[in-house]
Every structure is written in structure tokens, then in C-alpha cells.
């Protein structure tokens, strides 16, 4: 039990260092000459990189056969949207000045609902929130494991939908944003072709194992 | 042709960097005793509303100007590579007299004035710029376009040796842009050769660029080598590159909105909030009346 309190704080801990280094550049005053731009972009580099990370959690495990690995993906998709609601919030409040400035919610509907790199990214935004909304132990009770997986495998679009966000952001012909759709096309493709399927001998062992029960249900694949 | 000093441009609004920064040192020692008497909320509005110039660190550190990357601290950063001696600059084409100016030559034959100018950017983010430069009219004056000189071709000089960004294919290269014939001969239209009364920053276009500051920033191309005088309207790189999100003309227009984002506000580096964008980045009554009867929905 200890050993896995310490591994999610040290996991926690790790997904704070990009905002503590980011907190430290506005100190310092080096976050450039734009620096809503800076701090939009950054926590927007954060969001996507983690839902990576969550998206890699189950093929790891199965390439590796570290089961136990499952029992951090919760907490690593939590990471996620945590990144996902900051970068959201800093586009609403410090790039387009909403509350301060009433009138900027008309911008930012006309953002969502006119700029398809906005609308993409705001529809990611909202497919994840039921994931972070049902992520307790009570709401995998109540939906029942296959249900709640079900319901999970929502983060599937919204990768992809973040992923062109990106995509449709940049101007000419860029390659990071290129990349990370690969590695979100990659992580997809790596759940079709199982290539070391859980054996039902052991899908039983880790389901019976009380942690692994208790904080997730068998991976929705 | 009769070559005015726009009305906007007072010898009052020429500032030199350090009257510029001698009154911002001014400024915060009077800061203290300001803040205590709060400025009535029309004072204030009308403080953030005009168009202070932006800091030297800022213009040269943020910069759109994909032969050095594409991130805009990237020039910055890679721009020490460029050689901008020996320059040549072809004026060429449709002209009666072409020629091929060296730099300094040029810099001699033409006086350089002091211009501050709002730049804003296609990105939604605007700066003010002491430019030093000199009218491109006078240099087409020179050359004599001939009677069939309707545009004029701007190219940006080719040498991947030393602009590493021309090694990748983020853009089509080299970097042309073009503008026709009346816009090009418009005093506000400038040859730029510095900025705050220093010789142009590498990363802002060295040594010689275009400014045109009632078009989106791409439009004012950088480190220019070869001016053209030609029949037809131009290719131009970013609409090579998106022609339904670049267009040749690239007036500012806060009406018509890129399709990705919305042009109606931008950022000013340095202000927190966005202010509102203005119809030909408020140059509209000195350009307006060229674009009399076109629609500027359809040619963007």
C-alpha cells in the first residue's frame, strides 16, 4: 500500500515539474515576448503529451507484461485532464479576457463554433470530461465494468481530436504536430493488433487481485 | 508624383530610443506618485488606446520569419548567420532604367526618415515600430516603370547555407510577395533599413525590407534582393502556400476573419487585454480610396 501511494505521488509530482519550471519562467520573466502565448502553448504541448502518456499505458502493459502498470493509468489520465482544463481556462480567461471583458464570450462562441481547430479542440475538451467526471470508485461500481470501459474508450476520439487541434493550428508545413498525431494514430492502431493478448488465466489473476479490482476494471483494450 | 508625408506621421511622433526609454525611466519614478491619485476610468482607457513603441527586446525577439524557424524566438536566435555584406538589390523588369544598387549605395542616394508604424500581424498580435527607411516610390521613380508596369515583384534573398529554415519545405522558397503598381507607389509604403535609428536587426529583415503597414505583416517581406517590375499580379508565398487563408491584397480588415481564427481583435505585445483590430490597421483614410468599389470579402 505504501509503495503504491509513493509511486502515484511521485507520478503526480513528475506531472507537476512542466508547470513548476513554467511558474519559474514567469518569475524570471523569461517567458518571452508573448507570454499568454507562451504559457497557452506550453500547457497545450502538456495536454497533449500526457494524453499520449495515458493512451500508452495499455500497450506498455502488454508489451512489457507489467500488469501492475494499470493501476497508474487513472491517475495518469487524471494528469491529462488536468493539463486539458488548464489550457482550456488560460485561453478563456488570459487569452480572450473572459470574465474581465463580458463581451469576449462572444468570441469565444464564435471561436468554438467558426474555427475548426477551436471547435476540435473544444470537442476533445468535452469528451474527456465525463472520463474525469466517472474516474472515482463509486462511479465504476455504479456504471459496472463494462459500461464504464465503454464509456472510457472516449478518450479515443478525443486524442485524435486533439491531435488535430494541433494540426490545424499551424501555419505551412510543420512536423511536430505531425508527430504527435502519429503517436496518437500509433497508440490506436496498437490496440487492434494484440500482439500478446491477455491469456483469460491471467485476465482472472490481475481481476482477482483486490487493487487492481478496486481502483480499475480490466483495460477497455 | 507628389510625395507627401502621410498626416498621421508628425516630426512630434519621431522618437528616438533614448528619448524613449529616458521617459519610461521618467515614468516609473513618477509611477509612485501617480498611483495614489487613481486616473478617471476615460483617462485610462484613452493611455492603453494610443500606440506607444514597442520595446526594442521585443521587436527583435519575436519574429515571424520562417528562413531562420518557426518559432518566433528562433530568428533571434539563428539570424547571425546571414551575410549582409555585400547586397545587391536588381531593380529589374518592366523599367526603363534597371539597375543593380549596392546596399550602401542606396542607403546614401536615399535620406532615411524615422516612421512609427502599428504592425500587425495575420496571427492576431500587433506591435509599433520606429522604422527607419525611405519611401519605395522614390526608388521606382528612379528606374522609370515602364507604361506596361502594373505590379511589382518582391523576392527575398535564397541561400540555405546560411538561412538554415530554407532547408526544411515549410514554405515554398525563396520568400516572393508582390503588390501592385499604386500600392507600391504609396508614401506610406517604406524600404526599410533600421529600427529604433540602428541598422536593421538580421532577425528583422536585414538590411533591406518591406513595410506596408496597412497589410498583415507577411505582406512586408524581408532581406529583399531583387525588386521586378511585371505585367501581371505576382505569386506570392503564403498564398502559394494556403490561397484560402492568404490572399495577394492582405489588407488588415477586422470584417473578414482568417479562416482559423478571427481578425476583429489583437493582442498589442505587452497588453493584457486584446484591443479591437482597425480597418486597414487605422490607415484607412490615407489608403482606402484604392480599394474604392472592390470587394475586400472576395479579394482578401
Redesign the interface.
Known amino acids: 500500500m505504501g509503495r503504491r501511494r509513493a509511486g502515484h505521488a511521485l507520478l503526480i509530482a513528475a506531472a507537476a515539474v512542466p508547470l513548476l519550471a513554467l511558474a519559474l519562467r514567469a518569475v524570471h520573466g523569461d517567458l518571452?515576448?508573448?507570454p499568454?502565448?507562451t504559457i497557452e502553448h506550453t500547457t497545450g504541448d502538456w495536454a497533449l503529451r500526457t494524453l499520449l502518456a495515458a493512451l500508452a499505458v495499455t500497450p506498455l502493459r502488454r508489451l512489457t507484461g507489467w500488469n501492475g502498470l494499470i493501476r497508474y493509468r487513472r491517475t495518469v489520465g487524471l494528469i491529462a485532464f488536468s493539463y486539458v482544463c488548464l489550457h482550456f481556462l488560460i485561453y478563456v480567461v488570459v487569452?480572450?479576457?473572459f470574465p474581465?471583458?463580458g463581451f469576449?464570450i462572444r468570441?469565444i462562441a464564435?471561436?468554438i463554433a467558426?474555427?475548426?481547430?477551436v471547435t476540435v479542440g473544444f470537442s476533445a475538451f468535452v469528451l474527456l470530461t465525463p472520463l474525469a467526471w466517472t474516474s472515482t470508485r463509486g462511479w465504476i461500481r455504479r456504471l459496472g465494468g463494462a459500461r464504464w470501459n465503454a464509456l472510457h474508450r472516449l478518450i479515443y476520439p478525443a486524442a485524435a481530436l486533439a491531435s488535430l487541434h494541433y494540426l490545424?493550428?499551424?501555419?505551412?508545413?510543420?512536423w511536430t504536430p505531425v508527430w504527435y498525431a502519429l503517436g496518437v494514430v500509433g497508440l490506436l492502431a496498437a490496440r487492434l493488433w494484440r500482439t500478446a493478448p491477455l491469456t483469460p488465466s491471467r485476465r482472472l489473476r490481475s481481476a482477482s487481485r483486490p487493487d487492481t479490482a478496486s481502483t480499475a476494471p480490466p483495460p477497455a483494450g | 508624383m507628389l510625395i507627401r508625408r502621410p498626416p498621421d506621421i508628425r516630426s512630434s511622433d519621431i522618437t528616438s530610443e533614448s528619448a524613449y526609454w529616458n521617459r519610461r525611466r521618467f515614468l516609473a519614478a513618477g509611477a509612485g506618485i501617480v498611483a495614489a491619485a487613481a486616473l478617471p476610468r476615460p483617462a485610462r482607457a484613452a493611455a492603453r488606446e494610443d500606440d506607444k513603441p514597442t520595446p526594442y527586446?521585443?521587436i527583435t525577439?519575436?519574429n515571424n520569419f520562417?528562413e531562420f524557424g518557426?518559432d518566433?524566438?528562433d530568428p533571434s536566435q539563428n539570424a547571425g548567420t546571414l551575410r549582409t555584406r555585400p547586397w545587391a538589390v536588381s531593380v529589374e523588369g518592366e523599367v526603363l532604367k534597371p539597375k543593380v544598387f549596392d546596399i550602401d549605395d542606396l542607403l546614401k542616394r536615399y535620406p532615411v526618415e524615422e516612421r512609427i508604424y502599428r504592425h500587425r500581424c495575420v496571427?492576431a498580435?500587433s506591435i509599433v515600430v520606429p522604422w527607419d527607411g525611405f519611401p519605395l516610390a522614390k526608388l521606382l521613380a528612379d528606374v522609370q516603370p515602364t507604361s506596361h508596369a502594373a505590379f511589382v515583384a518582391f523576392t527575398t534573398l535564397y541561400a540555405p547555407d546560411q538561412m538554415p529554415g530554407q532547408r526544411?519545405?515549410?514554405?515554398s522558397w525563396p520568400y516572393v510577395e508582390g503588390l501592385r503598381l499604386d500600392e507600391a507607389m504609396h508614401p506610406l509604403t517604406l524600404l526599410s533599413t533600421g529600427l529604433y535609428g540602428k541598422p536593421m536587426p538580421n532577425q528583422d529583415g536585414a538590411p533591406i525590407r518591406l513595410t506596408v503597414p496597412w497589410k498583415y505583416g507577411f505582406k512586408s517581406i524581408k532581406s529583399i534582393v531583387k525588386i521586378r517590375l511585371v505585367r501581371e499580379q505576382p505569386p506570392t508565398t503564403?498564398n502559394i502556400?494556403?490561397s484560402d487563408e492568404y490572399g495577394f491584397y492582405a489588407n488588415v480588415n477586422p470584417n473578414v476573419?482568417h479562416?482559423?481564427?478571427?481578425q476583429?481583435?489583437e493582442?498589442r505585445?505587452g497588453e493584457?487585454?486584446?484591443r479591437p483590430t482597425l480597418m486597414f490597421n487605422g490607415y484607412g483614410d490615407q489608403v482606402a480610396s484604392m480599394y474604392a468599389g472592390m470587394d475586400l470579402r472576395r479579394n482578401f
Open positions: 518571452g515576448a508573448n499568454i502565448e487569452d480572450q479576457g474581465f471583458q469576449a468570441y464564435k471561436d467558426k474555427r475548426p481547430y490545424w493550428l499551424v501555419k505551412g508545413k510543420q | 527586446d521585443v525577439t519575436y520562417y518557426t518566433k524566438s496571427e498580435w526544411s519545405d515549410v514554405l503564403w502556400a494556403a476573419d479562416p482559423r481564427w478571427s476583429a481583435r493582442r505585445l493584457f487585454f486584446r
